[in-house]
């Protein structure tokens, strides 16, 4: 390579790191919303090895989330508090009912219910209905307009051109054309 060559090259580097500098101090990324946006999950009660797995609607992503503190022992039945993060599982060996955050931290037991359960194998939750947000429009979730995240990426481009059409006059310059 030669001289000319090596420069047009450092710059266009320059040119490429400023044009992401720029991005980054702008702003450019996903709204920090859809970017916390979770995929509903599944638990599924595994009766035989004591454990808790979750996993995406979709099959996709199992994972164990173990015995929830050791206290499973034949567990059969789930049901999910969302709002507030629990799980409570039935307890078909020891007639017993378990709690523990939607993660499988936190496992306790809650016990037999004044010695009411035999062999409980399913669990529903009467949870209060509170008002909740209004309904999604048609089309998907509305999210606020970050107008400078918007118009960074093309502030970005225009600095990338802009910078691109000086090096090339610079090298034309000291080439004398």
Excluded: C
């Excluded at 710059?11 to 946006?37: E, I, K, S, Y």
């Excluded at 523990?100 to 809650?110: C, E, Q, R, W, Y």
């Amino acid at each position: 390579m030669n001289k000319t060559t090596d420069r047009f090259t450092k710059g266009l580097r320059l040119l490429v790191m400023a044009a992401l500098l720029v991005g980054l101090v702008l702003g450019v990324g996903p709204h920090p919303r859809l970017a916390a946006a979770q995929a509903p999950k599944m638990y599924v009660a595994n009766t035989i090895t004591n454990t808790v797995s979750q996993a995406d609607l979709d099959g996709t992503g199992g994972v164990s989330l173990g015995n929830l503190n050791g206290t499973l022992y034949g567990p059969r039945g789930i049901a999910l508090d969302v709002a507030a993060g629990k799980m409570y599982v039935t307890n078909a060996a020891n007639n017993t009912v378990s709690q523990a955050n939607l993660d499988g931290t936190g496992g306790v037991s809650l016990g037999n219910l004044n010695s009411t359960l035999s062999m409980p194998v399913g669990i529903a939750l009467g949870l209060a209905q509170e008002p909740g947000p209004p309904p999604e429009p048609v089309g998907g979730i509305v999210v606020p307009v970050d107008r400078l995240g918007l118009v960074a990426p093309w502030l970005g481009l225009a600095a990338l051109i802009s910078l691109a059409a000086l090096t090339v006059a610079v090298v034309r310059r000291r080439r004398g054309s």
